[in-house]
């Protein structure tokens, strides 16, 4: 099929990629320029592992073209994926402004019998205001739900291998279009009307970030009466009802979906009414769980922070990515270095200003206080930790995430620190 996506970000440049890997025509709109120029020469600029070659065979079989004009974008498209930002506002509600403008402009650009397929998180309502505003507008273009769910480090096979398409049409032959897309993948397809295609996302990440927030939780109980938490979430990870998944307990959630849409589902809750306290609950336990671990870190380094400098292992909000948004490492770096803390990190793919990086994990023990796991990168696992021990001033490790061995961090001389974790 010829499919025009319009934003080329993480979400548009992933699917993109992936439809013209199964052999559609795919032109992509981006409104920046530079960002244009940059894919059109063959650097994709985020870090998805698999995505550059993916893009670069779609492009040498002419499948993939990059435009700075939408409309341009939109020429001879059957379907028109909306792959845009929809922030959240002052008051936590998405901002729909780039999918409303896009609209706007393309509606009377885009062939009578198009399909607007809305890619981007949105409340649930928002394709029925579409609707109508496509009409309003005097198109006859039809708009549907069609709502992703890639897992940053591993969207390439979320693409290829889903768990669910999720399809929110109004009328079936539109569903059929896009379910239709993906006939080679052995794919399950929900179809269902738009507003719940909408509810389907943001109760899918509500429901991950709460589940996370009770892992995070349960550590700090084992913690306080002493048993494992590993062996806990072990053992409960066996009952096939709770299954293994999200289940590892770490600093808080982060990245760009699952902060804004929790706040997101609350707002859509209050809009209809409803009072959704126990998301506000989990919203509340996830800074809770940030503010503990600069506590840890804080009691690690000697009581204080003042004059200390932490190495901090990782800045993006989980390994596979580069993305730093809303990352509970940078945080939690914050309120380390409001308490006057010197933080020192360092990371495979991502990169920040907020502290100071350096090229080494051992680098960034030099001469620390504390040495504090933020991000589950595997390359630390493989770190000499006789070496770190050598480098750091002091001597506590504050493994925030569970990923390193305490029977090694303790044998290189070290005191480790865990969640949820006996103390020896």
């Known amino acids: 099929m010829q499919v025009a996506i319009i934003g080329a970000g993480y979400v548009g440049l992933v699917t993109g ?28 600029p985020i870090f998805e592992k698999g995505l550059p070659d993916l893009l670069s065979r779609g492009s040498e079989r002419e499948l993939i073209s990059y435009h700075t004009s939408n409309i341009e974008a939109v020429v001879g498209a059957e379907l028109v994926f909306l792959c845009l930002p929809t ?17 706007d402009e393309l509606a009377n650009e885009v062939a009578d019998d198009a399909i607007f397929v809305i890619k981007s998180t949105v409340p649930p309502g928002t394709v029925a205001g579409l609707r109508k505003r496509l009409a309003d507008l005097g198109s006859s273009a039809r708009v549907v739900s069609h709502p992703e769910f890639l897992r940053e480090g591993k969207a390439l096979d979320d693409f290829m291998k889903p768990d669910r398409i999720v399809v929110g049409a109004y009328d079936d032959e539109d569903a059929e279009a896009i379910a239709g897309l993906y006939e080679s993948l052995d794919a399950n397809v929900v179809r269902t009307d738009p507003t719940s295609a909408e509810m389907i996302k943001y109760a899918s990440n509500s429901y991950l970030a709460a589940r996370l927030t009770f892992v995070n939780t349960l550590a700090n109980v ?46 859509v809750a209050e809009d209809a009414g409803y009072d959704f306290e126990l998301l506000r609950a989990v919203i509340e336990a996830d800074r809770e769980q940030r503010r503990r671990i600069a506590e840890k870190v804080r009691q690690a380094a000697g009581g204080g922070l003042r004059g200390r400098r932490v190495a901090m292992w990782g800045v993006t909000f989980k390994a596979g990515t580069d993305d730093v948004r809303e990352s509970p490492a940078l945080r939690i770096a914050e309120l380390l270095e409001e308490d006057g803390a010197d933080v020192v990190a360092y990371d495979p793919e991502g990169t920040t200003d907020q502290v100071t990086m350096v090229a080494g994990p051992v680098e960034a023990t030099r001469d620390a206080d504390v040495l504090f796991v933020a991000t589950e990168w595997p390359e630390f696992l493989t770190v000499d930790m006789t070496e770190v021990a050598e480098a750091m001033k002091g001597y506590r490790v504050v493994d925030s995430r569970n990923l390193l061995d305490p029977t090694a961090v303790r044998a290189a001389g070290l005191d480790y620190w865990g969640l949820g974790r006996p103390s020896a």
Do not use: W
């Open 222 to 267: 084992c913690e306080a009466v002493g048993a494992d938490v590993m062996d806990v979430i072990s053992g409960m990870g066996m009952d096939h009802r709770i299954g293994p998944h999200f289940l590892q307990p770490g600093p808080g959630y982060g990245g760009s979906c699952f902060p804004k849409d929790t706040a997101a589902l609350i707002g």
């Open 87 to 103: 922030p959240a506002g002052d008051d936590g509600r998405a901002d729909l402004g780039l999918i409303n403008a896009v609209v």
């Open 17 to 44: 990629g992936g439809l013209a890997s199964l052999g559609h025509r795919v032109r992509l709109g981006e409104a920046d320029p530079d960002r244009v120029a940059r894919l059109e020469s063959g650097d994709v």
